[in-house]
C-alpha cells in the first residue's frame, strides 16, 4: 500500500475506501474526488506515475459511490426502522 506522504491526495482516498458506514461513503468520496481534482488543478507538477494512480483512484472511487448508493436503495423499511 501507499505512504499517503507519497500523494497529497491519496489519505482522502484511503479514508474513503476504509469507510465502514456506507451511509457516509458518499460524502468521503466527494472529499477524496475534491482533494484529487485540487490536486490535478494546482501548481505542482506530476509524474506519469501520479497520474496513473489519479486515474485508478478516480475509477475506484466512481465504483464505490455507486455501490454504497445500490446498498442504500436496496435497503427496506424495516432495515431502516431497526426491526
Do not use: C
Not at 500500500?1 to 456506507?22: G, H, K, N, Q
Not at 501548481?43 to 506515475?49: A, E, F, R
Not at 465504483?63 to 446498498?71: A, D, I, N, P, Y
Request: charged share 25%.
Amino acid at each position: 500500500m501507499l505512504s499517503p506522504s507519497i500523494y497529497p491526495w491519496f489519505a482522502a482516498y484511503r479514508t474513503a475506501v476504509l469507510e465502514p458506514d456506507f451511509t457516509l461513503v458518499p460524502e468521503r468520496v466527494r472529499e477524496a474526488l475534491r482533494v484529487i481534482h485540487d490536486r490535478l488543478n494546482g501548481p505542482s507538477q506530476m509524474d506519469d506515475s501520479e497520474r496513473q494512480s489519479i486515474a485508478a483512484a478516480r475509477a475506484a472511487l466512481e465504483k464505490l459511490h455507486g455501490e454504497s448508493v445500490t446498498v442504500w436503495n436496496a435497503r427496506t423499511t424495516d432495515d431502516l426502522i431497526g426491526n
